[in-house]
């Protein structure tokens, strides 16, 4: 089974820090993301990334960056958390192709 | 115009009905269709995918494409209690899936 994990199940982080959301996937998938989901809004990408070293923007990429050193592990950087940041963080991998998209747990982020 | 429509619910179905669970979408390009189920609190979960047009059946559940309309549906036969969920459409487009914001079942016993 793919198995996508993500550090964190809950998190609470005071207005300003900068945070960290990691993510490991072990089924040798060449692409992964970052999506949040918030009541009627539904999942919104925040970036993707398709190799190594490589990332694309999202739909919602303000306020975040990402890191991708490794193929297994893709982190989402929140630079100075704010409130408005509060969500569902979840991450999801894929092969190459357009194939289907396996996510982790997700963790819920709440900002203080 | 949103990328993937759906109706938000809720769509409240008796147990043993067939539930019908629709969407839309605006890429004429997309190829690769689907659909996954998200219990309250917990991550979206695949259940069934769909490449070409006509129904693909996998158990209880039939995935519906027809590109020509742009449109994809999800059937579920005798629905169960357990099925009561929220039902989120994806397309795939440029290889990242796009979401439609969800449809939420409700199975009555």
């Known amino acids: 089974d793919v198995k996508v994990t993500q550090s964190s199940r809950y998190l609470v982080k005071r207005t300003g820090e900068k945070v960290f959301l990691e993510c490991v996937q072990d089924m040798d998938h060449e692409n992964m993301f970052w999506y949040r989901q918030d009541p009627g809004l539904g999942l919104r990408l925040i970036y993707f990334?398709?190799?190594?070293?490589?990332?694309e923007k999202g739909d919602i990429p303000e306020g975040y960056s990402v890191s991708r050193e490794k193929k297994e592990r893709f982190s989402l950087i929140l630079e100075s958390a704010s409130t408005n940041q509060t969500s569902m963080y979840l991450c999801a991998s894929s092969s190459f192709g357009d194939t289907e998209a396996f996510f982790g747990q997700g963790t819920r982020l709440t900002v203080v | 115009q949103k990328e993937v429509e759906q109706n938000s619910g809720p769509l409240s179905v008796p147990e043993g009905a067939i539930a019908s669970l629709n969407c839309t979408y605006s890429?004429?390009?997309?190829?690769?269709f689907f659909w996954y189920r998200q219990y309250s609190g917990k991550s979206p979960e695949l259940i069934m995918s769909i490449y070409s047009n006509g129904d693909k059946e996998d158990g209880r559940f039939t995935a519906q494409l027809n590109k020509a309309s742009q449109y994809v549906s999800l059937l579920i036969r005798d629905s169960q209690p357990s099925d009561s969920a929220t039902y989120l459409c994806a397309v795939n487009g440029f290889q990242k899936l796009v979401f439609g914001t969800g449809t939420r079942l409700l199975v009555s016993p």
């Open positions: 890429d004429r390009g997309s190829q690769s």
């Open positions: 990334s398709y190799d190594v070293k490589m990332k």
